[in-house]
């Protein structure tokens, strides 16, 4: 396969030229912020509608002066939902305060240690916010059952984790992000689990069609530094993917052949 100019992300019908997605939260401060996303080339940005300020709270400073709408596709998540009804609210209140805006993020969360996703749950929200018209990228387990089945009901992408949120850990299971990759007819993200640029490089060698990251930049010693690697190794990656990488072999085999050579 040859990388060209066409190999874009195509999303809910819009395309974009960066397959890196990354979060808001987390960081020191808002130009601190700014300046980051800048440095990832990010198109599409995450925003905590429970943690974020996007117009709720109008004296405290707003998310949307910092990135402009004009700039990124806002990308409004349930972070910190641990119910259906609560993630199926949330949604709608980003889509108020947005103007209409109907692509979001969903995240329904089991329990506060592991923060692994209730799939159960997750499914309901997903049911109930597609056939309000949402556009839903959902977050889940690396369960490639369950992708299939939130990708039959609708959804526009399916975000399974590498391993537990903010956690850094990598991707664990390979095998299951991979059959994921392969049965999937949905754009599909590794979500989650993150924590440096190799580990993003492996995941578009998966054939992840992209990656969604937020402490993995924001709780590194330079945080504008890492978001620079990040964005190399998501185009590194996604090059290698299409290049297609030679087998893997057991023994040795020389790099030049020894058919041809002179010897004394």
Known sequence: MQNTPNDVLAIAGRTYASRLLVGTGKYRDMQETRAA????GAEIVTIAVRRTNIGQNADEPNILDVLPPDRYTYLPNTAGCYDARTAVRTCKLARELLGGH???????????KTLFPDVIA???????????????MVYTNDDPI?????????CV???????????????????NIRTIVEN???PVLVD???????DAAIAMELGCDGVLMNTAIAAADNPILMASAMRKAIEAGRE?????????KRFASASSPLDGLFFD
Do not use: C, H, Q, W
């Not at 369950?146 to 609708?154: H, P």
């Not at 299409?242 to 893997?248: F, I, K, S, V």
């Open 157 to 175: 992408a399916v975000m399974p984790l590498a391993a537990p949120i903010g956690s850094g850990l990598g991707i664990r299971n390979k095998l």
């Open 37 to 40: 996303i800048e440095a990832s």
């Open 102 to 112: 109907d692509l979001v993020k969903l995240e329904v969360l089991g329990d506060e």
């Open 122 to 136: 997750t499914l309901k929200a997903a049911e109930e916010l597609i056939a309000d018209g949402f556009k839903v």
């Open 192 to 198: 989650a689990g993150v924590g440096t640029a190799s």
């Open 240 to 248: 290698a993917y299409l290049a297609g990488r030679m087998p893997t």
């Open 184 to 186: 999937a007819g949905v």
């Open 146 to 154: 369950i992708a299939r089945e939130l990708e039959a009901l609708g």
